[in-house]
């Protein structure tokens, strides 16, 4: 396979990780915008708690569709890791199948975890969502900016500072 090198199981895990974490924030701050509106009663609210994770997942789709399919295929974790979602053709994923690949995480899920484990096991490193939705996850390559040939000398004087007699 020719371009990036294929990002496995474990720069991965620590990936989604991260992202768990900001999820965890953000479901926290959600339970307290809540707790704030319906005020000190929000226990005896039946709705309070299944609502907070609603809220949560939309905001779980919303943020990892569209920072796969518009942000250089990035979440925070990912640019954390040093990693991105790229697609098979190695150009931008677009929303519908960075939506997919959402969709596919619980199918990754839903097969007793063994979806995120092809990322460990296969040779291209694609895990179950990555194949349906068409996309696979690479090292982002690091920019080096190159060393000017010369450095050209400032005129004397120009320095700002005291000229030498």
């Known amino acids: 396979m020719n371009g990036p090198r294929p990002a496995g199981f474990w720069i991965r895990t620590l990936s989604a990780l991260a992202d ?23 226990d005896e609210v039946s709705l309070f708690v299944p609502l907070v ?61 063994l979806g995120f484990a092809m990322a460990g096991l296969r040779r291209d490193r694609r895990a179950l969502h990555d194949l349906l939705a068409g996309s696979r996850v690479v090292h982002v390559a690091a920019v080096v900016a190159p060393a000017p040939a010369f450095e050209p000398a400032a005129p004397s004087g120009a320095d700002g500072g005291i000229a030498e007699t």
Do not use: C, E, N
């Not at 768990?20 to 929000?42: E, I, K, N, T």
């Open 20 to 42: 768990f974490a900001l999820f965890f924030l953000v479901q926290v701050s959600f339970g307290y915008v809540a707790a704030m509106v319906v005020g000190p009663d929000v």
């Open 53 to 113: 994770w609603a809220f949560t997942l939309v905001f779980a789709a919303a943020y990892t569709t569209v920072l796969h399919a518009r942000v250089g295929g990035q979440t925070v974790g990912k640019m954390l890791t040093g990693v991105r979602v790229i697609g098979i053709d190695g150009g931008a994923l677009s929303i519908g199948a960075a939506f997919l690949r959402f969709i596919g995480y619980f199918v990754s899920l839903g097969s007793l975890g």
